[in-house]
């Protein structure tokens, strides 16, 4: 087979497979590069970046985006605080007290809700504070409307999930697609405010970092084996056909010692047989018209014998 590979035409499929299985392992080591997805790495989701230039309002939040620190200002809105629940704290369930915050720097005045702190009872709750705030908090994606809708009680409204659909529709206003849970929050003059304030009424709601674990797309891994099987296919490709080609030399060789060996021989033997038969048959016709044996008939006469005597007696010589 090894003759075979060499020839010049089997060279050139080889080297055009080889490149065809190349692009195929490429494209497989793509796919499986796009299969894992790692969240973003800590020095760069804790390190405060200002709110206006990391996302923008009416947006959808991206993987990259989510889980951010950012530092903010604005004025909260009057009479938007709703109560989330279930919310817990330290294993006890209970409220999240949440309030517009009108961004200061957003293109439109566009709001974000801001967790200001948890507590046990809707009647158990601090009023907004009034004037600039400042904050430092981690940026989070909002979450799905639930299916138990919106409750209305004496001390307030109480949400089952913290949803920008639902809290647009209730304030009416417009708002970023996300949530900002403040680490600490302060006013225009530098004074603390908020749950991490003494004597307030709420427990601050700390979250902290996702942990660092890397996904995988299994539909990007399952491009990859298949582009790898390709790349492998192409390879059998021409193997196979250069097999076909090699075998064909085999039974065409073995077809010539065949001739040479047997077929030879019979054609020849079957070859003076049709002569012998031929030449029977001509002096079978030959008989039948001329009337004779052409075995009891003498044979010819030789051309000296065929022709007269060129002597003269010498009496017959002219006088």
Same mark, same amino acid.
């Given at each position: 087979?090894?003759?075979?590979?060499?020839? $010049?035409?089997?060279? +050139?499929?080889?080297?055009?497979?080889?490149?065809?299985?190349?692009?195929?392992?490429?494209?497989?080591?793509? /796919?499986?590069?796009?299969?894992?997805?790692?969240?973003? *790495?800590?020095?760069?989701?804790?390190? @405060?970046?200002?709110?206006?230039?990391?996302?923008?309002?009416?947006? #959808?939040?991206?993987?990259?985006? +989510?889980?951010?620190? &950012?530092?903010?200002?604005?004025?909260?809105? *009057? %009479?938007?605080?709703?109560?989330?629940?279930?919310?817990?704290?330290?294993?006890?369930?209970?409220?999240?007290?949440?309030? +517009?915050?009108?961004?200061?720097?957003?293109?439109?005045?566009?709001?974000? @809700?801001?967790?200001?702190?948890?507590?046990?009872?809707?009647?158990? =709750? %601090? @009023?907004?504070?009034?004037?600039?705030?400042?904050?430092?908090?981690?940026?989070?994606?909002?979450?799905?409307?639930? *299916?138990?809708?919106?409750?209305?009680? $004496?001390?307030?409204?109480?949400?089952?999930?913290?949803?920008?659909?639902?809290?647009?529709?209730?304030?009416?206003?417009?708002?970023?697609?996300?949530? &900002?849970?403040?680490?600490?929050?302060?006013?225009?003059?530098?004074?603390?405010?908020? #749950?991490?304030?003494? !004597?307030?009424?709420?427990?601050?709601?700390?979250? !902290?970092?996702?942990?660092?674990?890397?996904?995988?797309?299994?539909?990007?891994?399952?491009?990859?084996?298949?582009?790898?099987?390709?790349?492998?296919?192409?390879?059998?490709?021409?193997?196979?056909?250069?097999? %076909?080609?090699?075998?064909?030399?085999?039974?065409?060789?073995?077809? %010539?010692?065949?001739? #040479?060996?047997?077929?030879?021989?019979?054609?020849?033997?079957?070859?003076?047989?049709?002569?012998?038969?031929?030449?029977?048959?001509?002096?079978?016709?030959?008989?039948?018209?001329?009337?004779?044996?052409?075995?009891?008939?003498? *044979?010819?006469? =030789?051309?000296?014998? #065929?022709? $007269?005597?060129?002597?003269?007696?010498?009496? /017959?010589?002219?006088?």
């Amino acid at each position: 087979m090894l003759r075979t590979a060499l020839k $010049p035409t089997w060279i +050139a499929g080889l080297i055009l497979a080889l490149v065809v299985s190349g692009v195929f392992v490429l494209l497989g080591k793509w /796919q499986m590069d796009n299969a894992a997805s790692a969240p973003p *790495p800590l020095t760069q989701t804790e390190t @405060p970046v200002p709110l206006t230039e990391h996302f923008v309002p009416e947006k #959808a939040m991206y993987g990259t985006e +989510a889980d951010q620190v &950012v530092t903010l200002s604005g004025q909260f809105l *009057p %009479d938007t605080d709703v109560f989330v629940h279930p919310r817990l704290n330290d294993g006890e369930e209970g409220y999240w007290v949440v309030t +517009a915050l009108r961004v200061q720097g957003a293109p439109q005045d566009e709001v974000i @809700p801001v967790v200001r702190g948890w507590t046990a009872s809707t009647a158990a =709750s %601090d @009023p907004a504070p009034e004037g600039e705030i400042h904050l430092t908090g981690r940026l989070l994606p909002a979450e799905g409307p639930g *299916p138990e809708g919106i409750e209305q009680t $004496p001390d307030g409204t109480v949400l089952a999930s913290l949803a920008s659909a639902e809290l647009i529709n209730l304030w009416d206003v417009r708002s970023y697609a996300g949530y &900002v849970a403040p680490f600490e929050m302060t006013a225009a003059s530098g004074a603390e405010v908020g #749950a991490t304030a003494a !004597g307030s009424s709420l427990e601050p709601v700390i979250v !902290g970092p996702q942990p660092q674990e890397t996904t995988y797309n299994w539909m990007n891994i399952f491009y990859a084996i298949e582009w790898v099987v390709f790349a492998g296919f192409a390879i059998y490709l021409w193997w196979r056909f250069l097999r %076909d080609d090699h075998l064909r030399q085999q039974e065409e060789a073995a077809l %010539d010692r065949q001739w #040479a060996e047997e077929w030879k021989a019979a054609e020849l033997e079957r070859r003076r047989a049709q002569a012998v038969e031929a030449k029977r048959k001509a002096t079978e016709e030959y008989e039948r018209y001329h009337g004779v044996s052409v075995a009891a008939s003498p *044979p010819p006469a =030789s051309p000296q014998q #065929a022709q $007269p005597s060129q002597q003269t007696h010498p009496s /017959q010589e002219p006088q």
